[in-house]
């Protein structure tokens, strides 16, 4: 499982990718640099840029550089990666900031536990390695971005079941597998399943 933000610039449609992303199946395009088959489907190998050339029908995926570092009062986007009793570890796909521009960028944070700046965050039994999440960072340290997902609008945009690993949907409340009919909790954002159109009208709250 990946990250896949979108973005309209210009009517054209920006996509951002993390290892492992279903990008789309061989039946459609070739799969072309920095991209690989998988059983049928296509999935990204590094972190970038999706590059789909429809004439020949070849999908790659462009190596992104960092522009920017994230600084305190941003928003990013990533994938948790890592998951213990205290800490969250999140590699960052992208940042956005207050004017909604779109800043593509690679790197971990932290996500700090029920301590510190993120006194009311939850605790790793309602995360799960590979959750798709929105977070807000609080401070830098030792040189890494410390995120919090306390707010309505901070949290898990999107998961799979940890059974049949089939898209988990919101249904009164609780995340949803109509696969194998198994339901589960997580730290949600107030838009779950809503992602991953750029541009959202984010809180900083």
């Known amino acids: ?45 590094i972190n970038g840029l999706v590059q789909r050339d429809d004439k020949n029908l070849i999908l790659s995926v462009r190596k992104m550089k960092s522009k920017v570092f994230p600084q305190p009062g ?47 965050d939850v605790g790793r039994n309602l995360l799960r390695i590979g959750d798709l999440v929105r977070a807000r960072v609080i401070k830098i340290f030792r040189g890494t971005p410390d995120i919090s997902i306390n707010g309505k609008h901070y949290g898990v945009l999107k998961t799979l079941c940890d059974r049949c690993r089939n898209p988990m949907e919101l249904k009164n409340g609780s995340l949803y597998c109509d696969n194998c009919e198994k339901t589960d909790l997580r730290k949600i954002t107030d838009d779950y399943g809503e992602v991953l159109t750029f541009g959202d009208g984010y809180e900083r709250n």
């Not at 009517?11 to 990718?17: C, G, L, M, N, W």
């Not at 994938?79 to 971990?108: M, P, T």
């Open 1 to 45: 499982m990946g990250l896949v933000i979108l973005m309209e610039s210009n009517a054209e449609k920006i996509e951002i990718t993390t290892p492992g992303m279903e990008l789309s199946t061989t039946e459609e395009y070739v799969p072309g640099k920095n991209t690989m088959e998988d059983e049928g489907k296509i999935v990204s190998t």
């Open 74 to 120: 941003d928003v990013v986007y990533g994938q948790i990666v890592k998951l213990d009793q205290r800490f969250a570890i999140v590699s960052i796909a992208a940042i956005c900031r207050s004017d909604d521009e779109l800043i593509y960028y690679h790197g971990d944070s932290n996500l700090r536990l029920g301590e510190g700046g993120n006194r009311r």
